[in-house]
DNA sequence: TATTGACCTTATAGTAGCTTTATAGTTTTA
DNA sequence: TAAAACTATAAAGCTACTATAAGGTCAATA
């Protein structure tokens, strides 16, 4: 399987998948005599594999992390310790977003579309700053 | 006000002041015979005003575009939308950031502690796949 | 006076995770 | 045979900074 096929089987670029074997995370294929990659279903896996963490929002870093626990008979503690870390993270993030959002909802309430900028209740809003940090 | 204080008087680094010149997004200010930057109460405004909105999520991009608004007196219809804009953006980041969490929720139940990576659930969800894209 | 330290200058590289562009060689199709 | 479609590498671009390097300026101290 050469590069193109692979990219379209697993819904990526091809460049992107250049760039996991750079990063160490794709193994390098074997190349034909032209240099071409030959892949095979393995590295497919490992490159759905690859996609579906980023899905899940992990970084590259992290799914270096997991591929480096994969040995079958080592406890999975670190796996599940890394997904627990992922999902405090991930909490973490609604809650600053949800703050956001009622700070930035508030912020629109003090304006209605019929003013001149001179009276608008947005831009005096941000100026102001009556904003809490973080 | 040389660059040092304004940074202290905003709490910003002074590098981050230059990028923001350099950007576009400051006016450039007077210097001084040896080449250092002068700054005005204004520039303080400006800056604080920047730094708020990066607090609120909006992008570089979109304070610039919140500059170019400023006139007086236009309406501040403008100003609204992009605040719009930006509120369905937070909103629908928190969406899917809600259901990824139920997901990581479920994979993590998967599995507990006491296995070996061969049995581990956490890795078993991800390598099969039956997750819902985005 | 020499020098130390705190400040300022510009230019450049690094961060994450790709995407885009440039340039060139290879294979397939018309 | 020539164009289209594919492959290769290398390097730059994206965001919003942060960090580093190498150097100029200034006030205070030894």
């Known amino acids: 399987m050469r590069i193109g096929q692979l990219a379209q089987l697993v819904g990526v670029e091809t460049q992107t998948i250049r760039f996991y074997e750079q ?14 990659r030959v892949y095979t279903e393995k590295h497919g896996e490992g490159l759905a594999f690859i996609r579906r963490c980023r899905i899940l929002g992990l970084s590259l870093a992290e799914i ?54 001179e009276a608008c209740g947005v831009l005096a809003g941000i100026s102001e700053g009556n904003m809490h940090q973080q």
């Open 23 to 36: 990063q160490g995370l794709l193994p390098p294929p074997d190349r034909q005599d032209n240099g071409y």
């Open 64 to 117: 270096h992390e997991l591929q480096s626990y994969q040995d079958p008979h080592q406890p999975c503690t670190a796996v599940n310790a890394l997904l627990d870390d992922h999902i405090s993270h991930v909490r973490s993030q609604i809650t600053a977003l949800q703050a956001l959002e009622k700070q930035l909802v508030s912020l629109r309430a003090s304006c209605n579309d019929d003013r001149e900028v």
